[in-house]
């Protein structure tokens, strides 16, 4: 009985432990983006991996995978340095989506998933965006994997 004691407690100490490391590891990879970061500077400390980790709440209507289908959203396959609104021909993009024009890069991207309403106002993407940079930097990070 007394060695469930202290085995808890090693147990309870690994786990409080574990969970830690993640936001020590988020602390580190933002004093390495510098003191004011740019979006260049959180792509440096992105993560894929945490990116992709993000990106299970964005596959409830986005897919990634190469000749997968779309769902509620277009699937993102490629989408890093495809034009804008025009990535998935029969995908049907809204107009003000296709009004913004141009290719997604990082800095786009990362405006998007901050605000979509913002970036491209009457959108039909119903998501409030990932208020979090290191988070955005993140997915785009996972994005650019994604070719």
Not at 71 to 93: D, S, T
Not at 105 to 114: E, P, S
Request: proline content about 6%; hydrophobic content about 45%.
């Amino acid at each position: 009985m007394r060695a469930r004691g202290p085995l808890a407690l090693v147990i309870a100490a690994m786990l409080l432990l574990s969970g830690c490391s993640s936001d020590d590891k988020d602390a580190r990879r933002r004093r390495a983006a510098g003191p004011a970061p740019s979006v260049e500077s959180y792509a440096r400390v992105a993560s894929a991996a945490a990116g992709a980790r993000l990106f299970t709440r964005c596959s409830a209507c986005h897919s990634v995978g190469q000749g997968a289908p779309d769902l509620g959203g277009p699937n993102l396959h490629g989408v890093i340095g495809a034009e804008i609104g025009q990535n998935r021909p029969r995908f049907a993009y809204t107009a003000a989506l296709q009004k913004v024009g141009g290719r997604w890069t990082r800095a786009r991207m990362d405006a998007w998933l901050a605000n979509p309403q913002r970036f491209a106002p009457g959108t039909a993407m119903a998501f409030a965006g990932l208020a979090d940079p290191l988070d955005r930097a993140d997915v785009i990070a996972y994005l650019e994997t994604q070719r």
